[in-house]
């Protein structure tokens, strides 16, 4: 379904207030750009994050990106509940059931803001026991500690936006993150700038902007999903809202709360959080080489950055569309549309990774790196137009087949490319073979391209169009 068309039935469930958009699906661009132009904010953020960090001492870079590195996995976390919430909700909207998406809203909302509060205090708790543990050099070990205590207290914040976030691209109205994200990108630059090059607050200032960004970003968010949804945190709403003939055990009939998005996101989060301690088991052999070698791979990624957000994006906004597809029961439209989609975003994240390493030298040039980190990241940005294809074509089909409701066997895949493949390769190559920071990215390639051929022979067999829907009552 290419146009805006209304999905609610005759008889939905009025909105809760006149304020209340109702809902209307849209096409795969609509959804995609403004996804797109939040990442390309967010990454050249991240970009005046580095300069800033960078020009205030490359130790503080380092012991920032490695705190960072920490911090993915428990972001990844963060998310038990909203990859579900957005399955849930979005195949709930494709099915017309208004009524019930609004319950699952409540839900994602509440059970994310619940599971944010304990991983701050885990990060307080257990961070600088992680720290020691990833051989982190002994002159950046308080810093990256001071950093993480600070962030602790923005993990509830972090919990809320990403559930609604989900909450918001359900709903296909990702245009209000774009509001967002250019309010919150452009005050994370200024106070970040104030605090670590005006006040010269060290980690302490590094960390600081993130926690306030993220508590106005939270504040910004219940708004927008009030506006939306009519519902936040504290809504009550009707359980008999969409309820079908023959009660709670019906087709359709609710059971899609907390414990049905855990259940759906459970396997998403395991899969990243494995993939994330086998990122930081290879950063450790990378830590073993030194400063320099870390910013290298800091400065890498950075740029690689602006091909892995374009992915992102698509990625996201045709998990929406897929969601929406299946609780329509349009399952071979979904089908043949995500391979054009896979197909198109690997050829444009080769492109752009090309023009990324042709044009290395100036690019690297803004961080005030030496000759040899340069050099190293160089290498790098050449390896990533072989790797970031490979990803795409992985995040594409991972992100497909979730919102399908096909999470269990996509996820095995992962882990296998990641714990059997990712790991070892890396322990040879950096270590054994003494490749250095290249052996690591060839370690990524491997890893990469055994997930992309096993997810796509999943999508091509199907075996995802005979998994019921939400709306079925699964």
């Known amino acids: 379904m290419s146009g805006p068309t209304s999905t609610a039935p005759a008889d939905a469930t009025p909105a809760p207030s006149d304020q209340v958009r109702p809902f209307r699906r849209i096409g795969l661009l609509r959804l995609t750009w403004p996804l797109l132009v939040v990442t390309l904010l967010t990454l050249l953020a991240a970009l005046g994050n580095v300069v800033i960090l960078s020009a205030a001492s490359p130790e503080l870079n380092a012991a920032v990106a490695t705190a960072n590195q920490i911090l993915g996995v428990l972001y990844d976390i963060s998310v038990l509940f909203s990859i579900g919430g957005l399955v849930v909700i979005s195949q709930l909207l494709g099915a017309g059931l208004l009524g019930r998406a609004r319950r699952a809203t409540r839900t994602t909302l509440r059970a994310s803001t619940l599971l944010g509060l304990g991983i701050g205090v885990a990060v307080a708790v257990g961070g600088p026991l992680v720290v020691l543990a990833i051989d982190t050099p002994p002159e950046i070990v308080s810093s990256a500690n001071a950093y993480l205590w600070v962030a602790a207290g923005g993990m509830v914040f972090n919990a809320y936006i990403v559930a609604a976030t989900a909450v918001l691209r359900a709903y296909g109205r990702t245009a209000l993150l774009l509001v967002l994200a250019v309010?919150?990108?452009?005050?994370?630059?200024?106070?970040?700038?104030?605090?670590?090059?005006?006040?010269?607050?060290?980690?302490?200032?590094?960390?600081l902007p993130s926690l306030l960004v993220r508590a106005a970003g939270a504040l910004l968010l219940s708004w927008f999903v009030r506006r939306t949804t009519g519902v936040s945190v504290f809504t009550r709403v009707g359980t008999t809202e969409d309820a079908p003939p023959g009660g709670p055990g019906a087709p359709g009939g609710p059971g899609n709360g907390?414990?049905?998005?855990?259940?759906?996101?459970?396997?998403?989060?395991?899969?990243?959080?494995?993939?994330?301690?086998?990122?930081?088991?290879?950063?450790?052999?990378?830590?073993?080489?030194?400063?320099?070698?870390?910013?290298?791979?800091?400065?890498?990624?950075?740029?690689?950055?602006?091909?892995?957000?374009?992915?992102?994006?698509?990625?996201?906004?045709?998990?929406?569309?897929?969601?929406?597809?299946?609780?329509?029961?349009?399952?071979?439209?979904?089908?043949?549309?995500?391979?054009?989609?896979?197909?198109?975003?690997?050829?444009?994240?080769?492109?752009?990774?090309?023009?990324?390493?042709?044009?290395?030298?100036?690019?690297?040039?803004?961080?005030?790196?030496?000759?040899?980190?340069?050099?190293?990241?160089?290498?790098?940005?050449?390896?990533?137009?072989?790797?970031?294809?490979?990803?795409?074509?992985?995040?594409?089909?991972?992100?497909?087949?979730?919102?399908?409701?096909?999470?269990?066997?996509?996820?095995?895949?992962?882990?296998?490319?990641?714990?059997?493949?990712?790991?070892?390769?890396?322990?040879?190559?950096v270590q054994v073979a003494g490749l250095g920071l290249a052996g690591a990215w060839w370690a990524l390639i491997a890893a990469e391209a055994i997930k992309a051929v096993l997810l796509l022979s999943r999508w091509i067999g199907g075996r995802w169009q005979r998994i019921p829907s939400v709306a079925d009552g699964a």
């Open 258 to 429: 907390a414990g049905r998005m855990a259940r759906l996101s459970l396997p998403s989060v395991i899969e990243n959080g494995l993939y994330n301690l086998a990122i930081v088991v290879t950063v450790s052999f990378i830590n073993a080489l030194g400063t320099n070698a870390i910013n290298a791979r800091s400065y890498a990624l950075t740029l690689t950055a602006l091909v892995t957000g374009l992915v992102l994006a698509v990625a996201q906004g045709n998990e929406t569309v897929v969601g929406w597809d299946v609780g329509e029961r349009e399952r071979l439209a979904t089908r043949r549309r995500t391979l054009r989609t896979i197909g198109w975003t690997a050829l444009g994240a080769a492109v752009l990774s090309a023009v990324l390493w042709l044009g290395a030298a100036p690019a690297l040039s803004v961080f005030g790196a030496s000759q040899a980190v340069v050099a190293d990241a160089t290498t790098l940005l050449g390896l990533s137009i072989l790797l970031l294809p490979l990803s795409a074509v992985s995040q594409v089909l991972y992100g497909a087949l979730r919102s399908a409701g096909d999470v269990v066997v996509p996820m095995v895949y992962s882990i296998v490319a990641s714990v059997a493949v990712l790991l070892p390769l890396s322990w040879l190559l």
């Open 183 to 207: 309010l919150v990108n452009l005050l994370d630059v200024a106070l970040l700038t104030l605090f670590v090059l005006v006040l010269e607050l060290g980690p302490v200032g590094a960390a």
